[in-house]
């Protein structure tokens, strides 16, 4: 195993601060003698060298890792965001730590409060409601802290998002340009401030020259689907040439329930939904996505953890956008 400073001091006779400079390539500096330098140098080549973290945090006051609170981790964009995330932490060093709020205001309170307890160095956040104007302290100071994908108004923390609005809006003239005219459109969680950008570029886009119908549920998930697609079919008449979904999650519910009900989606029926996820390849409808960059995403959220992290923060209230890529998939002849 593995030795600390203090068990090669133990087992050398050398003092802490010695086997410090010699491990840190500072024995000239101190005129360690070459023998001193190559007994500590032969004994960590044999038993290995690892840095007391408990130590080394206490002391530079770093934690060396970095929160991430989502609403949902079984949304594809979330988990695919987290990945990005962790990579970029990985790649500086450090640990990411994730949790979910379950789109849950106090649940979200909590593992804020939590991660900023354990220390962590940053906190980025999916924020399922307005957040209190309390900051969040680190040892008597503020964590550094970054929302991703939504941003409430007024709130002072850097936001970093895509353009929901004009997403929509692309998105639901892609859908008419493919000649839909009566659309539907599922919304999970219409209170979120992203959802309620899409429903304003939707409704932008299709002004008066389409059937157009927005139906809502309180939460973002397969269940929220199915039961939207339920009050539609109850509705009776013709079903929606299209069908456009708020994200991934209330797309399956949707499908799952009409394919029930219907014995299949009908195979005319266009598709569109926001987020990429390879299983839209497989349906035999036109499909036209939103695909947001996570990837772009995750390091923008990082970047600005970092740099607050070294002293320079955005202007309070800031909002950085980062484009997204209107995608058509399985188009028919």
């Known amino acids: 195993m593995a030795k600390t400073i203090s068990e090669i001091a133990e087992d050398t006779g050398y003092s802490r601060t010695t086997i410090t400079m010699v491990l840190s390539g500072r024995a000239s500096e101190y005129r360690i003698s070459a023998r001193t330098q190559k007994i500590i140098q032969d004994y960590v080549a044999e038993h290995g060298y690892t840095i007391n973290q408990t130590a080394r945090n206490l002391k530079t006051r770093r ?38 709020s379950g789109e849950d205001p106090a649940l979200e309170a909590r593992a804020l409060q939590s991660l900023v307890e354990r220390g962590v160095d940053g906190l980025v956040l999916a924020p399922c409601a307005p957040r209190a104007p309390a900051a969040a302290r680190k040892r008597g100071r503020r964590t550094p802290m970054v929302l991703v994908d ?60 389409a059937e157009a119908r ?49 014995s299949a989606v009908p195979p005319e029926m266009i598709i569109a939904t926001f987020d990429y996820d390879g299983f839209l390849e497989l349906l035999p409808n036109t499909v036209i996505v939103i695909r947001q960059n996570e990837a772009a995403l995750a390091r923008a959220a990082f970047g600005s953890i970092t740099a607050q992290i070294g002293g320079t923060a955005a202007a309070e209230g800031t909002r950085t956008i980062v484009d997204a890529e209107l995608v058509h998939l399985n188009a028919q002849a």
């Open 150 to 209: 939504r941003h409430y108004p007024g709130d002072s923390v850097e936001a970093i998002t895509s353009d929901h609005r004009e997403n929509a809006r692309l998105l639901t003239e892609a859908v008419m340009a493919s000649g839909a005219r009566r659309m539907a459109f599922f919304c999970g969680h219409p209170d979120n401030p992203a959802i309620v950008e899409r429903i304003e570029g939707f409704r932008e886009a299709a002004g008066g020259d």
């Open 63 to 100: 934690s060396h890792t970095v929160g991430f609170v989502a609403p949902e981790i079984a949304n594809p964009f979330f988990a695919r965001f987290m990945a990005h995330l962790e990579a970029c932490c990985r790649a500086e060093g450090l640990v990411l730590i994730t949790t979910s």
């Open 214 to 262: 927005v139906l809502t549920a309180d939460d973002d998930s397969a269940a929220a689907g199915e039961t939207m697609m339920q009050a539609l079919l109850a509705g009776g008449g013709e079903l929606p040439s299209a069908l456009v979904c708020s994200s991934l999650l209330v797309l399956e519910g949707a499908l799952q329930c009409l394919k029930q009900a219907r």
